[in-house]
Nanobody, 126 residues
Framework: QVQLVESGGGSVQAGGSLRLSCAAS????????MGWFRQAPGKEREGVAA????????YYADSVKGRFTISQDNAKNTVYLQMNSLKPEDTAMYYC???????????????????WGQGTQVTVSS
């Protein structure tokens, strides 16, 4: 059974940093596309960053490029999202997700991700 457990959320002031973690279990970790998504109240869920765990290639939404970094620790089956220079508009529930393994592309589109964590809240105050 696939399990994705996020942690690391919290409340920070604008300009601050947080690091989110997503611990994965229940499947072969290597060669998967893992993504971070977020959903603010009243808004649709959107892709933030993704990483292909087989080779480490990364993908970012324009809104977070240069501020967020997605990375992985294969030994720990864990994906991270380092968030720097946080802005109030980054406030949202952040979710980790695994793209369906038979899909050959790694993207930030919501469609295609079949396993989700429970989410961790990030709140950025001005």
């Amino acid at each position: 059974q696939v399990q994705l457990v996020e942690s690391g959320g919290g409340s920070v002031q604008a300009g601050g940093s947080l690091r989110l973690s997503c611990a994965a279990s229940g499947y072969t970790y290597s060669s998967n596309c893992m993504g971070w998504f977020r959903q603010a109240p009243g808004k649709e869920r959107e892709g933030v960053a993704a990483i292909y765990t087989g080779g480490g290639r990364t993908y970012y939404a324009d809104s977070v490029k240069g501020r967020f970094t997605i990375s992985q620790d294969n030994a720990k089956n864990t994906v991270y999202l380092q968030m720097n220079s946080l802005k109030p508009e980054d406030t949202a529930m952040y979710y980790c997700a695994r793209r369906r393994p038979w899909l050959t592309t790694c993207t930030l589109t919501l469609n295609g991700y079949g396993d989700w964590g429970q989410g961790t809240q990030v709140t950025v105050s001005s």
